[in-house]
């Protein structure tokens, strides 16, 4: 009886069963061909940052950098990818470590394949791996680190392109605002004793050269000083009434505070280094206002800016650094373009698409028409960049007779 | 020159604090704690977090900041003091008294563990702690001066005092002299040496951790700001003889004056001549200037 009921049970179930099986496979090959097919259709483009993010004190501008980056790469997707193929993004962290960086570098090209590495956030790194990326062929699309040497490449092709401030740029546009300014009588170079403040010192010396100038005072500090008051003391014996500092945030804080300590005040030129989180933090909210700085973009106008801003702004601890999402934002669109107007993401074809855009790029910093050249891999120079200073709170544009008079001539470099 | 001297000397007082804190682990254990760079800006951000949590607690203007500042010095050496014990039954007590360096990494490792989690907490950024007196410079002459220089010199004095003292009057000063002096004989006296071990650990923790607080407003609060000061402070033990506390005392004095001069004629001669003296004076008195000489049995 048992059996007979199973049987019964199981002939009954058969019937049915057959059709559902094959309507089953049926659908299961279905669904492999077209995941094959969209697989062929739509492999994703990896693309990647390499740079600190956990590091150091300059991890902030990283950490904001792939913030920017992930919003292009969602922009992008959305619009249907690049070549209709989607983009894939990788964060390596170098954790500001030189060896670190390097390895990653190798594991992204040999191991993951990526198309373009975006980053790094230290210059030293960049210069550690930036022969691996001009031997491998590695399109680089530097978002943040602003050492000049980084975009000097081999004559057989130079794969790294810039999308940031130029530490040369910067001292030419420093040192022709200080040369123009007639209340400049005498200059003094404050710099750290890191590579960051030497290599400054070296441009501005060059630049001071072309000028003729000659400054009063060079002194140096170290990056963990806390009290300057004695090459301060230097500087004011030498009737030092203007100052271009070299320096991170921190060891800048702990400048302008040391210029409070010895009620001296000269005029204070900096690097976009200003804008860090560790400046108005160090030096409070009174002495912050003190130095001018430049920036990339200081204040948000276009709408789009305001709408990347609303999207990633409620994420940073300081939204005065954007700037560092902006110009990582445009990393992406520049690259991007490039590869849709190569028809290719190989890195010999996007670079040559990079040294030749044929069509302008309206980026978040700004609207790039023939950004790079054969021999001029810098997307933005001095006359792009935002003169600065912290007002209650907020980097604001900073304007004032003598900026109005640049001219073009004098950005000596 | 006023600045100068100043300067040095409110460095030279933290330096000797945490001078005092090696000499109490080495002289009661025979180790030094090489964390006590990590427990020094882990006790400033500890004090930062407290004056955070309490202002938001209480409203920022319940109570004069000057309460919250002391509040927030008492719960970073609190703090650091609870976890030296940890450090001294993870990190030490298997190694104390044995032959061998063990502990050197094990210290070393324990630095890290609090560092990386610390990070992790609060980041990597300078942060600045509001000095209690209000951070406005003061002038005598040419020099100027912020209160809180003076606070950092009064207190460092003091508690260096205070230290002085308790070593020699109060039962747990003198029996942390007596284990220093001859471990068997304090333990056949009935004094519980692993007890005053551990002591010694959680005392040298918390002066790390206060000495945090201190200065995070002179010198703004970072993870990596405890790396230099307590090798100064190392320095100053090593000048002053580890086997003497008031020769570390004088030893981180004099670091932090010789630091501050030197940078008058150049600052990048500071850590120069900082090094330099500590080879002289190992050249000349390889025990320090007020040290004795130990014998390690092994």
């Known amino acids: ?413 | 020159m006023l600045q100068a001297i100043i300067g040095g000397l409110t460095l030279g007082s933290v330096y000797a604090l945490i001078a005092l804190g090696f000499n109490l682990t080495y002289t009661t254990t025979r180790t030094l704690n090489f964390a006590q760079g990590d427990f020094v800006s882990v006790g400033a951000f500890v004090g930062l977090g407290t004056v955070g949590v309490l202002t938001a607690a209480l409203g920022a203007d319940a109570v004069g900041y000057v309460w919250l500042y002391a509040l927030a010095a008492v719960a970073a050496a609190l703090a650091m003091g609870v976890l030296g014990l940890p450090l001294y039954l993870a990190a030490i007590r298997p190694f104390a008294g044995k032959p061998g360096m063990s502990w050197v990494v094990s210290t070393i490792g324990f630095g890290i563990v609090l560092q990386s989690a610390a990070l992790s907490v609060w980041g990597l950024g300078a942060r600045m702690l509001p000095a209690p007196f209000g951070d406005e410079v003061f002038r005598v002459g040419e020099a100027g001066f912020r209160s809180q220089e003076l606070v950092v010199l009064v207190l460092a004095f003091a508690i260096l005092g205070a230290f002085d003292l308790a070593m020699r009057r109060t039962a747990i000063g003198r029996c942390m002299r007596a284990v220093a002096l001859n471990r068997d004989a304090a333990a056949l006296m009935g004094i519980d040496v692993p007890r005053v071990m551990a002591m010694a650990f959680l005392a040298s923790s918390a002066l790390a951790g206060l000495s945090g607080v201190l200065v995070a407003p002179i010198l703004s609060a970072s993870l990596f700001m405890g790396v230099i000061i307590a090798l100064k402070g190392f320095s100053a033990a090593i000048i002053g003889g580890l086997t003497n506390p008031r020769g570390c005392m004088a030893g981180g004095l004099l670091i932090g004056l010789v630091e501050s001069l030197t940078a008058l004629w150049s600052a990048q001669w500071r850590e120069i001549m900082v090094f330099l003296l500590v080879i002289l004076v190992l050249a000349m008195a390889p025990n320090g200037l007020f040290g004795r000489k130990l014998v390690e049995k092994v």
Do not use: C
């Open chain 1, 1 to 413: 009886m048992k059996n007979t009921t199973s049987t019964g049970t199981a002939s009954n179930n058969t019937a049915p069963a057959r059709p559902r099986l094959t309507a089953l496979l049926g659908a299961a090959a279905a669904v492999l061909m077209t995941a094959s097919l969209q697989a062929q259709a739509a492999d994703p483009i990896k693309i990647a940052y390499n740079g600190d993010i956990s590091g150091s004190p300059s991890a902030e501008s990283g950490q904001i950098g792939v913030l920017g980056i992930g919003a292009a790469v969602e922009d992008i997707n959305k619009r249907g990818g690049v070549l209709g193929r989607p983009l894939e993004f990788l964060v390596r962290d170098d954790l500001g470590q030189p060896p670190k960086a390097i390895q990653n570098m190798t594991d992204l090209i040999d191991r993951e394949k990526v198309s373009v590495v975006f980053g790094p956030t230290n210059s030293g790194n960049a210069l550690a791996w930036k022969h691996i990326a001009n031997q491998k062929r590695m399109p680089v699309l530097v978002s943040s680190a602003s050492s000049t040497a980084i975009t000097e490449g081999p004559s057989s092709g130079n794969y790294l392109f810039r999308v940031s401030m130029v530490d040369r740029e910067q001292a030419s546009a420093l040192l022709a605002y200080v040369k123009k300014n007639p209340e400049a009588k005498a200059v003094g170079f404050f710099v750290e004793t890191t590579g960051y403040g030497q290599a400054g010192l070296k441009d501005l010396e060059q630049i001071a050269a072309l000028h003729d100038m000659k400054p009063v005072s060079i002194e140096k500090f170290d990056a963990r000083d806390t009290d300057m008051t004695s090459q301060l003391s230097k500087a004011k014996a030498a009737g030092a009434d203007t100052l271009v500092v070299w320096a991170q945030a921190a060891p800048l804080g702990h400048l302008v505070r040391s210029m409070e300590k010895l009620d001296y005040f000269p005029k204070v030129f900096t690097t976009w280094a200003a804008s860090f989180s560790g400046f108005p933090e160090v030096a409070g909210p009174k002495l912050m206002e003190w130095p001018v700085f430049l920036t990339t973009s200081s204040e948000r106008k276009s709408a789009e800016a305001e709408s990347l801003f609303a999207r990633i702004g409620p994420k940073l601890a300081n939204p005065s650094m954007f700037w560092a999402a902006s110009q990582a934002y445009d990393t992406v669109l520049l690259w991007a373009a490039a590869a849709e107007q190569a028809g290719d993401t190989k890195g010999e074809a996007v670079r040559a698409a990079l040294e030749s855009l044929n069509k302008p790029v309206a980026g978040m910093v700004k609207t790039y028409d023939k950004p790079f050249s054969a021999t001029q891999h810098e997307g933005l120079t001095a006359a792009d960049y935002h003169w600065s200073r912290w007002k209650d709170g907020k980097v604001v544009d900073f304007n004032d007779p003598v900026l109005a008079g640049l001219q073009p001539a004098d950005f000596k470099k």
